[in-house]
Structure formats: C-alpha cells, structure tokens
C-alpha cells in the first residue's frame, strides 16, 4: 500500500470508529484506569516449593490473576478476603501428559461424534480443575479450541498446553486404522481420525505434519517414536521414525522456537530420538539405567508415569492384545523410577490418563503410586515446579507469560490451593480432593471454596 493511500485508509478507519462511538450515543471519555481485583488469603502456611519446608502463618495478596506479595498486612483496603485458618498453600498441580481431546478410547475415536466428544473434553477439563489441577501440559489430540474456551472464561478448566495433532508414521502407534481401512495418503480419504492425527513417512511429510500442527495452534510437538499400548499393529518393541525423520521434526519445531516431545518405551527408540534431538522423552518404561543417564547427561527430560489407569487393563497372565502390551510395558516401572531417583533424574508428573470421565479422575491416584519410589515433597515438586520447568520449553510459543507457574511466589500466576492436613508429609491426601483441598484457585479466581 503506498503511503497515501494507506493515510486515507486510516483516516477511514478513525472515523469509522468515532461514528460507531457517536451511534452508540455515549462517546467515551479519557479511558480509565481498569479496576484491580484484590484477594487476601489470610493466615497461610506456604509451600514455595523449598523441599519440606513450609513459612511460618502469613497473609498472601492476589492482584488479578498474579501474586502481588506472600507478606500482605492482616487488611487491604477493598480485598476479597478468606480466612485459610493456618492450613497450607500449595501451586496448581499441573499435568505433564495429559490427553483433553481424547475423550473415548482410541478404538471407538473413529466411530463417535465430534459434538460428543466436544462435550465430554469439557467436562474432562471441568474434572481436572476441579481436583485441583490448573495446568494441563497436553500432550497428542486436538485440544487447541478447548484451551481457546477456556481462556476466554466460556466453561471452566486448567490452563492448556496443546500439541494439535499426533504425528505418526504408517504403522506407527499414532495409526489407529482398524485393519482394512484404506491409507488416508494412498486413495483413502480423510476420516475423523484425521482430525487426531497426521500419518507422515519421509522428513518431507513429516516437516508438513509438524507444520501443520503448528499451524492449528500446538504449542509443542508430539511424535510416535516407538510401539504403544492402545494401538493394535505396532509391538511395544518396534522403532518408529527414522533419525532423519525425526531430526525433519525437531528441526521444523526449532523454526517456531519450540520442541518435539516422543512416546517411547525402549532403549531402541530413546537413543534414536536423542540422536535426532529430541528434547522430551514420553513413558521410557523399558530403559535402562544406561540410556537414562543418556537423558540426563544430554540434558534432555523424562516425562513418566507410573500407570494407575492403565493397571486396571492388566489380567494375570495375559500376553496378547493391549492387555498384554501393557502388562510388558508395566515390568520396567519399578526400575524406571528408581533408577531415576537414584541418578538424581526428574521424573515429570503426569497420568496419560484419557478415553472416559472415569479415567480422567483416576488421575489422582498419580499421587499415591509415586509414593513407592519418592517422598512426598519429591512428588509435590515434580507436579509443580518441576513440571513447569518442561512447559517453559515451548518458549515464545508459551501461552502464559506473565508470570512462573508451578511456583507461590511474588509474579507468579494465582495458581494455587488450599489443603486440609499436611502434603509434604503425605501427599496421597489429595487423592482425597473432594474432602482434603479446600480452596481452588487458578488465574486469580477461586473456582472452590468450602473454608
Ligand atoms: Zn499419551
């Protein structure tokens, strides 16, 4: 546009608005100073995610949606206040590897309704928020317009963490055809799994998937590097991708400043994945004690799980079908967790829960079945300060950046909740969330209160 033009068009503009403002009848005057929304949360023991040790009472003031100061005088002049009777104050759990969008198990995903499944993702996020966890690091499905309605306040749930679409070679653990169906790429035609998923073979295929998801709105990128439980034709032992379609992904991410996050169980598919430069491994159940000091040594993350959900699937004995897969993924926890704790390894907290509004609150059994292998502060830390640590990664891509998360601190967003009885010393209580968290607040609005 030269420049003249372009005067007239803003000229056009302006005036375009001062019409509206005129038709209106009530012409603004000088804009005000936006109101400030005070909270006071009195008398807290904070957790600011120090090992143990908790502060002494203290009063803590939200402005907005931020921590102001964890020293507030006992009142503030035109502060909501509530009185949190001596108990402690914990940040937001957050979720490491969630799956919002996959609300039916991955067999029936191409047999239900978008609408359906639309309904059920927000009542999933409804679930999540409501057992006191405010992040959701969501990690394969298209979970972009939940996290949009979220934060426009529409329905309530955690903030979200999209990665779009699952990027998965033809047989990977992403290809959830049944067995005859025709390929989308080769005369099949797109199905409504193709809204979950991007089947991609070659870096060239790969790049536009990754492309694409970035396009939808994924704020990280999760690829299929190896065999899965829920998928039918891939065994947990198979290697998916090779290192230069996975280095065509990561380098692709890198362009947006962000990453790619792999589902990987075995040694196999690890190294191949740190060879291409992955960042964030996903389970990694079946590694050894030395690939996982590769992790560490490359500075790369272990994002993991200890399977509560997936348990239940497991009958004794049983070796074929998913039932199987999952009782073979499930022989490496032990070592993978304390193998893990013993090196000094961050294990990230999350559940791969998805598929039923059950599973969704089976989530909170995350807490107890760590206590196997961690303390309680150990936990407590990797669902919150340690887990924020791997949503940093998205870098610009980051949709939060006022403020830390996963942390009660001056600036930090007003993600935080208010329990009954002491965490550090059992943090399985919050599976009891209904009875033992007594105050949820996420984005400085208190979404439960029953002080
Ligand atoms: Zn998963």
Do not use: C
């Not at 969330?433 to 007594?438: D, F, G, S, T, V």
Request: charged share 20%; no cysteine; glycine share 12%.
């Amino acid at each position: 546009m030269n420049t003249y033009i372009y005067r007239i068009f803003l000229a056009a503009l302006l005036l375009s608005f001062g019409i509206t403002a005129n038709a209106g009848g009530h012409r603004q005057a000088a804009a005000k100073q936006p109101e400030i929304k005070r909270t006071l949360i009195r008398n807290v023991r904070v957790w600011e995610g120090n090992g143990n040790k908790l502060t002494a009472p203290r009063n803590v003031l939200i402005e907005n949606n931020l921590i102001k100061t964890l020293n507030a005088a006992d009142s503030i002049a035109g502060a909501d206040v509530i009185d949190g009777g001596g108990r402690i104050m914990i940040p937001g759990i957050i979720e490491a590897h969630g799956h919002l969008a996959l609300s039916a198990p991955p067999a029936e995903l191409g047999d239900t309704d978008l609408g359906y499944m639309g309904a059920v993702s927000v009542k999933a996020a409804e679930i999540y928020l409501m057992r006191g966890w405010t992040t959701v690091r969501d990690i394969g499905g298209p979970s972009q317009g939940l996290a949009k309605a979220i934060d426009e306040g529409i329905v309530p749930g955690p903030r979200i963490y999209p990665s779009a679409m699952i990027i998965s070679q033809t047989s990977g653990h992403g290809d959830l055809r049944r067995l005859n169906d025709p390929h989308p790429n080769m005369g099949g035609g797109a199905t409504l799994m193709d809204r979950f998923k991007l089947l991609a073979d070659g870096p060239a295929e790969v790049r536009r998937a990754v492309r694409e998801s970035l396009r939808l709105g994924a704020v990280q990128i999760k690829v299929m590097a190896g065999g899965g439980i829920s998928s039918e034709y891939d065994p947990i032992d198979t290697v998916q991708y090779s290192v230069e379609e996975m280095r065509a992904a990561v380098e692709a991410a890198a362009d947006w400043q962000t990453y790619v996050a792999v589902h990987a169980y075995t040694d196999e598919a690890v190294n191949r994945a740190l060879d291409a430069g992955v960042k964030v491994i996903e389970h990694g159940h079946l590694l050894s004690p030395k690939t996982l000091k590769r992790i560490q040594k490359e500075g790369a993350y272990l994002s993991s799980q200890s399977f509560g959900f997936i348990r239940q699937f497991i009958q004794p004995g049983q070796t074929g079908g998913q039932g199987g897969k999952a009782a073979e993924v499930m022989t490496g926890v032990d070592t993978l967790m304390e193998t893990a704790r013993d090196i000094g390894l961050p294990v990230a907290f999350g559940t791969d829960t998805f598929g039923t509004l059950r599973a969704y609150r089976i989530g909170q059994t995350e807490f107890g079945f760590r206590k196997r292998w961690f303390d309680s502060a150990e936990i407590l830390t990797q669902a919150t300060r340690h887990n924020a640590e791997l949503l940093k990664l998205t870098g610009p891509r980051n949709p939060y950046q006022d403020g830390p998360l996963g942390v009660i601190a001056e600036g930090a967003y007003a993600d935080l909740l208010l329990v009954d009885g002491n965490p550090l010393e059992d943090v399985a209580l919050l599976e009891d969330y209904e009875n033992n968290i007594r105050l949820i607040m996420k984005d400085g609005t208190v979404y439960k209160n029953t002080l």
